[in-house]
């Protein structure tokens, strides 16, 4: 549920995991399952400060082949 994904957001803040929020936020803002990001390589990931770009090659979704998802964090 949102208010689940939002405790666990504040636990990652709370205890000092700049990391985790972020992975945590990104899952939560695109839809993705642990499996998916779990899939991701290091070379498929940017992160600028600003925004997250992510190249998906391999999952168990029904993504087009190497689709990009691009996510902007206020």
């Known amino acids: ?7 666990v957001l504040a636990e990652a803040t709370r205890r000092g995991a700049p990391d985790a929020h972020d992975l945590i936020l990104f899952m939560g803002s695109v839809g993705w399952r642990w499996s998916e ?10 992160d600028d400060g600003d925004r997250v770009l992510v190249r998906f090659l391999d999952g168990c979704r029904s993504f087009p082949a190497a689709q990009c998802v691009l996510v902007e964090v206020d």
């Open 1 to 7: 549920t949102v208010s689940e994904w939002e405790a």
């Open 37 to 46: 990001a779990a899939a991701l390589a290091v070379r498929d990931v940017w």
